[in-house]
T-cell receptor
Framework: EAGVAQSPRYKIIEKRQSVAFWCNPISGHATLYWYQQILGQGPKLLIQFQNNGVVDDSQLPKDRFSAERLKGVDSTLKIQPAKLEDSAVYLC????????????FGSGTQLSVL | KQEVTQIPAALSVPEGENLVLNCSFTDSAIYNLQWFRQDPGKGLTSLLLIQSSQREQTSGRLNASLDKSSGRSTLYIAASQPGDSATYLCAVRPVESNQFYFGTGTSLTVIP
């Protein structure tokens, strides 16, 4: 079974530039999550999708962050414009609709904003 | 709101030692609890998942226990190896939610 796919693996940008991250969850997983993890901290939920609808985006800085999940499959997270404090690992995860409801993560995107 | 705490924040042990990592949570109404391993700058790898009806789960040298009533879980690592060096995080999923609440992790270093 293929895992959660994320790209790019690394990204270095200057402040005020824009950046986009892509995620393809495990096939059949209706729930998709984007997390931000700052060094030394646990993952913080940015946005949660159920199919192509947003379940929770209360912690998403909507003035600069946006996310979409067209057709309820893959998803894109965008930052525009980036700030220094956005430097973090951005993690995508997915979870099946039934059964164990286990959480599966992608390899993450390490973002450095200079 | 569920709060998850992991103690200690960092741990350093000599190779071969058995060790215990702790995870505590404030609301006992959980659906499941999951332990993850994370290497620097990378994603999280699932180690063990314990459903709310279970008391423990084992995989190789790892054993995770769950005591819902006291709001605690432990991850036991037997005969530690340098390759076990990583950050270990626990995450709790409440009964009424599809969200997961994470601790800040325990950074483990196993010294050869």
């Amino acid at each position: 079974e293929a895992g959660v796919a994320q790209s790019p693996r690394y990204k270095i940008i200057e402040k005020r530039q824009s950046v986009a991250f892509w995620c393809n969850p495990i096939s059949g997983h209706a729930t998709l999550y984007w997390y931000q993890q700052i060094l030394g901290q646990g993952p913080k939920l940015l946005i949660q999708f159920q199919n192509n609808g947003v379940v929770d985006d209360s912690q998403l800085p909507k003035d600069r962050f946006s996310a979409e999940r067209l057709k309820g499959v893959d998803s894109t997270l965008k930052i525009q414009p980036a700030k220094l404090e956005d430097s973090a690992v951005y993690l995508c995860a997915s979870s099946p609709p039934r059964g164990s409801r286990k959480l599966f993560f992608g390899s993450g995107t390490q973002l450095s904003v200079l | 709101k569920q709060e998850v705490t992991q103690i200690p924040a960092a741990l350093s042990v000599p190779e071969g030692e058995n060790l215990v990592l702790n995870c505590s949570f404030t609301d006992s109404a959980i659906y499941n609890l999951q332990w993850f391993r994370q290497d620097p700058g990378k994603g999280l790898t699932s180690l063990l998942l314990i459903q709310s009806s279970q008391r423990e789960q084992t995989s190789g040298r790892l054993n995770a226990s769950l005591d819902k009533s006291s709001g605690r879980s432990t991850l036991y690592i037997a005969a530690s190896q340098p390759g076990d060096s990583a950050t270990y995080l626990c995450a709790v999923r409440p009964v009424e939610s599809n969200q997961f609440y994470f601790g800040t992790g325990t950074s483990l270093t196993v010294i050869p």
